[in-house]
């Protein structure tokens, strides 16, 4: 399946704003201007929320495209999707913050921890006890997004036709469980949060999706319209009801989503080749942007630059965003995409991979001219 240029840009746009956003929360650099940075940048903390979506829309079209999937094999291939770069990056991390505990005070990993974080299993981190962190801190991500590949990967051994009501009712059955049981574990609460429908929410708009339904592009620049103010609402409202963030965050970058891609359907959007490579390296940009933004905040504390105003404080939010883009770029480059080609053609049947070689091998005949 071809890549959708509207989810590749979304993509870009939403891990640069996670960057700003992260950065912008550091308040020993940005200081008395931390607030204003803060509220200024507070709609990259709903950024992933169309990542969700996102995943449950590609995730979907792009299985029932290839007519479906063993549930087993899907679910290997999604977890060497996105399991060896960030095991790369975590035990980098680790090894780096036991190295070198100066450079990391606030991070400090066990074993336990090191081992829950590579397992995709959500714990109560070593180094923030009140919070559901791996190693890398927005890894939190990722054990949802393994949570859902094993609820889509349960929907496989059905039809097709099967495949959306099965991923409703084990995803609304699991909330549901939540708010009646009201579990305490980390396991728990993750399994059972509501922003698990984000995922859902994507799933139905796929299956719309493959059904034919469009939008005029007149309605898709209103629905598009209508939900960024819905998000810069709901972004305000999830600080206040956080129980609803779901809702507040979750509605609003469905919208997003689906104005977008019934945009992109209608050739609304136009190539912008650093656009798309940002989009295709956000992966990587979202693991290591927390890295980065350290470095970046050891360095300005370094400096006579970091004063605490609110000029200083958007010049490390500008540095980090840039910096954090572009490393990611190059780590998307020089190892993200290996790694994946690596590990797709390792895990591609033997019948497959000699057609590949022969194919590779084989010299021009008159025939192909």
Known sequence: MRDILSVVYLRAICAVLIVLFHAAGRDDITGSGNSKLEQFFSLGASRVDIFFVISGFVLFIATASRGGEAPYAFLLRRVMRIAPLYWLFTLALAFAA?????????????????????LFVPHFSASRPDKIWPIIVQGWALNYEVIFYIVFAVALFARRANWLLIIAALLTGSVLVGMLLKPSSAVGLTVTDPVLLEFLGGAAFGQLWLKGWRLSRTASWGLLILALAGLALGTWAAQIWVPLRAAFLGVPALMIVIACVMLDADRAWRKRPWLQEIGQASYSIYLIHGIVISVVAKLFQSTEVADGSLASGLLFVTVCGATATLAGIAAWRMIEKPLAAYTKAALAPPQSRLIQEAVSERTETPYQR
């Open 98 to 118: 036991l190295a070198l505990p100066k450079f990391f005070p606030n991070l400090k990993p066990t074993a336990q921890d090191i081992a829950l974080s590579l």
